[in-house]
C-alpha cells in the first residue's frame, strides 16, 4: 500500500484538465493568447487580459489550485479587469495542454516564467504585480513572494503546509514520510515583506478554516476574510465580492 503511495500520490495532489481550450477571446472578451517559456524549456500556454476602463496600472499574476485549467478562472479575470487590472491566467505544465508533469519544483519554475512575462514582454513594473494563488497555487506565489516581492499577496484558501493538510486526509499514512512535493507555505511567508491578506471559507472541509487562519498569523497586519459558509470550490471565492474587493483593496493601498 505504502509503495503505490510512494508511486501515485502525485494522482493524489495534481487534478489537471488537459485540454485543449477554446482560444481566449471565445472566453473572455479582449484576452489575447501568450506562451511562456520556463528555465527548463517548456512553453506553457497563458491568457493575458488587459484592464478595462479606468486604469489602475496593475497586474494580476493568477496561480491556480490542484484542479482544471485557466479556462475555470475566467470570472476572475473579467470581474478584476472590470476593476482596471490586469489579469494573467495561466496553466502550470500539464494542464492545460501543456507538456511536462506537475510537481512542486515544476511548479515554482512555471510561475516565474508568469512572471516575467507580466514584467518583460508586458511591461508591467515588479512593484505593480499582485500574486493571487488559489489553495495550492497559494503555496507556489508565497514562494516566488519571498524571492521576488510584489507589490501585495493575496491568498486564497491557503494551507499552512501540505504535509499538515496530508495528516488531515490520510491520517492512517506516513505522509511525513512519503510526501515528495510538501509546499511550505508558512516557512515562505515569514520571509515576505509585502502587504498579505488571506480570504478563505468557513466551511471548507479540504482546507480547513483553521490551516488558513494559521497562516493569517504568520506575519503581523495580515488582513483575513472569512466568507461564511463557503466551501473550497464555493464560487464566491472564484470571483465573489470577497476576493475581488480583497485584490483591489491592495491595488488601492
Same mark, same amino acid.
Given at each position: 500500500?505504502?509503495?503505490?503511495?510512494?508511486?501515485?500520490?502525485?494522482?493524489?495532489?495534481?487534478?489537471?484538465?488537459?485540454?485543449?481550450?477554446?482560444?481566449?477571446?471565445?472566453?473572455?472578451?479582449?484576452?489575447?493568447?501568450?506562451?511562456?517559456?520556463?528555465?527548463? #524549456?517548456?512553453? +506553457? =500556454? $497563458?491568457?493575458? @487580459?488587459?484592464?478595462?476602463?479606468?486604469?489602475?496600472?496593475? /497586474?494580476? *499574476? %493568477?496561480?491556480?489550485?490542484?484542479?482544471?485549467?485557466?479556462?475555470?478562472?475566467?470570472?476572475?479575470?473579467?470581474?478584476?479587469?472590470?476593476?482596471?487590472?490586469?489579469?494573467?491566467?495561466?496553466?502550470?505544465?500539464?494542464?492545460?495542454?501543456?507538456?511536462?508533469?506537475?510537481?512542486?519544483?515544476?511548479?515554482?519554475?512555471?510561475?516565474?516564467?508568469?512572471?516575467?512575462?507580466?514584467?518583460?514582454?508586458?511591461?508591467?513594473?515588479?512593484?505593480?504585480?499582485?500574486?493571487? #494563488?488559489?489553495? +495550492? =497555487? $497559494?503555496?507556489? @506565489?508565497?514562494?516566488?513572494?519571498?524571492?521576488?516581492?510584489? /507589490?501585495? *499577496? %493575496?491568498?486564497?484558501?491557503?494551507?499552512?503546509?501540505?504535509?499538515?493538510?496530508?495528516?488531515?486526509?490520510?491520517?492512517?499514512?506516513?505522509?511525513?514520510?512519503?510526501?515528495?512535493?510538501?509546499?511550505?507555505?508558512?516557512?515562505?511567508?515569514?520571509?515576505?515583506?509585502?502587504?498579505?491578506?488571506?480570504?478563505?471559507?468557513?466551511?471548507?472541509?479540504?482546507?480547513?478554516?483553521?490551516?488558513?487562519?494559521?497562516?493569517?498569523?504568520?506575519?503581523?497586519?495580515?488582513?483575513?476574510?472569512?466568507?461564511? =459558509? $463557503?466551501?473550497?470550490?464555493?464560487?464566491?471565492?472564484?470571483?465573489?465580492?470577497?476576493?475581488?474587493?480583497?485584490?483591489?483593496?491592495?491595488?488601492?493601498?
Amino acid at each position: 500500500m505504502m509503495a503505490l503511495t510512494l508511486a501515485f500520490q502525485r494522482k493524489l495532489i495534481y487534478f489537471p484538465s488537459r485540454g485543449p481550450l477554446p482560444p481566449a477571446a471565445a472566453v473572455i472578451a479582449g484576452a489575447q493568447e501568450k506562451s511562456l517559456r520556463t528555465s527548463d #524549456g517548456l512553453e +506553457l =500556454g $497563458a491568457w493575458y @487580459v488587459p484592464a478595462r476602463g479606468f486604469k489602475r496600472n496593475f /497586474a494580476v *499574476l %493568477v496561480a491556480n489550485g490542484n484542479g482544471g485549467d485557466r479556462s475555470l478562472r475566467a470570472p476572475l479575470a473579467d470581474a478584476l479587469t472590470d476593476q482596471g487590472l490586469a489579469v494573467l491566467l495561466f496553466d502550470y505544465r500539464g494542464y492545460g495542454g501543456n507538456p511536462g508533469h506537475p510537481g512542486q519544483d515544476g511548479l515554482a519554475r512555471d510561475v516565474r516564467a508568469a512572471r516575467s512575462f507580466l514584467v518583460d514582454e508586458a511591461g508591467m513594473p515588479a512593484g505593480r504585480l499582485i500574486y493571487f #494563488g488559489e489553495s +495550492l =497555487g $497559494a503555496a507556489v @506565489v508565497t514562494e516566488l513572494a519571498a524571492q521576488e516581492p510584489p /507589490a501585495g *499577496l %493575496v491568498l486564497r484558501s491557503p494551507f499552512t503546509d501540505l504535509t499538515s493538510l496530508g495528516r488531515l486526509h490520510y491520517p492512517f499514512l506516513p505522509v511525513e514520510l512519503l510526501l515528495r512535493d510538501r509546499y511550505p507555505l508558512v516557512s515562505h511567508l515569514a520571509e515576505v515583506r509585502c502587504p498579505v491578506t488571506v480570504v478563505h471559507g468557513t466551511a471548507d472541509t479540504i482546507v480547513p478554516p483553521e490551516q488558513s487562519r494559521a497562516v493569517a498569523g504568520v506575519l503581523p497586519g495580515t488582513r483575513r476574510i472569512e466568507v461564511p =459558509g $463557503a466551501g473550497h470550490n464555493d464560487l464566491r471565492l472564484l470571483d465573489g465580492p470577497e476576493v475581488i474587493g480583497a485584490i483591489v483593496d491592495l491595488a488601492r493601498r
